[in-house]
Structure formats: structure tokens, C-alpha cells
């Protein structure tokens, strides 16, 4: 397995070649299964579908290492859906963030003003010497320039830190626009992407070249 690397593919084709519990932790943001369209025209690849969401988890699960730590983003309208895929993986929730942003991202049947996500557990892995909070702001507007979902790298910043060995290998298998990457490689983690739409895979490839650090 190669590391420090962002590999152009589905990780549906991509993961099976990846050697079993040779990851140290998994911080990913997948598409939310809501079709979502931005004014801008953009769109997520995956999001108009379930049919990779199980799948997907249970590679996951199988290239983690024992007692390691995957953190989730996931679309709440469909909690129900994930959850089953994370169950049926093998995975158990050992804790739920929220994000709440200071401006809202959308408006529906509420204003739409934070995120979240899972932390999700492959056996027994010991407790953090310093848990996180389960809320963290979202002081950062990223404005979505890079990726329609993007993730701010001020949040993910402290995920890695505490869910991963600093000796460890971070994989993300929805890298979109390398936020993930950009963490760990600012903690000096090693790191594994893997992102299918070319352009996005170019957009996070420029920027871990970079230094990783833009929002």
C-alpha cells in the first residue's frame, strides 16, 4: 500500500486492493444520499443513490486496523440508512458530533445551521486521553469554493489528532477536495485518499502539493 497518497477511482474498485487492517483511522465525509444541487450547477457523485453505501462501510471496516476508530459524516434524512450500513460492517457508534455553523446553508422546513456525524468504533478500542467534546463550532466558511460540501479543515484538525496514532495511516475513501488529507498531513499523519470525480481529484492533488492548509 502506497501512502502520502490520492488515488483517481471509485473506492468501491479501489478499496479490495487495499491489505486489511493496514489503516489506522478513517475520517470521511460521504455523499448524503439527497440529490444535492447547489445554484452553481455542481453536484456529488453517488449522491442520487444507496447502492455503494454498504459496500462501501464494509471495506472500510475490513482495511481498518483492530480496536481503530472510523468517524462519519452522514445525512441525517437518511440516519436510518446509514446506520444499517455501519451495523451491518461490523461497526458500533461510540459517539455523535455535532457542528453548528454560524450561518445556514440552506432553508427548507427549518434553517439549516450545523452538520454531523458518527464516531464509530471496530472493536474495543481504548479511550482517548483527552475525548473531544461532542460539539464542535464550525468557525470556518470554507463557501464551498473547492467542493459543494466542503469540510473546514479547523474541525478535522482535532478528529485526527485524537482518534488517530500519530504513527498511524489516515484514509479517507471520499476525499473530494483533500480536507481530510490536509489534517493529517498538517499533523505529520500519513495519509491514503481516494476520490472518483477527476476534477475534484485534481482540485485536492493541487492543494496537498501546496502545503494542504486552504480552506
Known sequence: MHINTLIHGDCLHVLPGIPSASVDFILTDPPYLVNYRPRDGRKVAGDDNAAWLKPAFAQMHRVLGADGFCFSFYGWPHADRFMEAFRAAGFRPVGHFSFP????????????????????????????????????????????RLHPTQKPVSILLPLVETYSAPSGTVLDPFAGSGSTLAAAKMLGRAYLGIERDANYHAIAARRLAQGGAVQ
Open 101 to 144: 455553523k454560524r450561518y445556514t446553508s440552506s432553508v427548507g422546513h427549518v434553517r439549516c445551521q450545523h452538520e454531523c456525524a458518527y464516531l464509530l468504533a471496530k472493536g474495543n478500542p481504548g479511550r482517548p486521553q483527552n475525548p473531544l467534546g461532542d460539539v464542535i463550532e464550525w468557525k470556518d466558511n470554507t463557501g464551498n
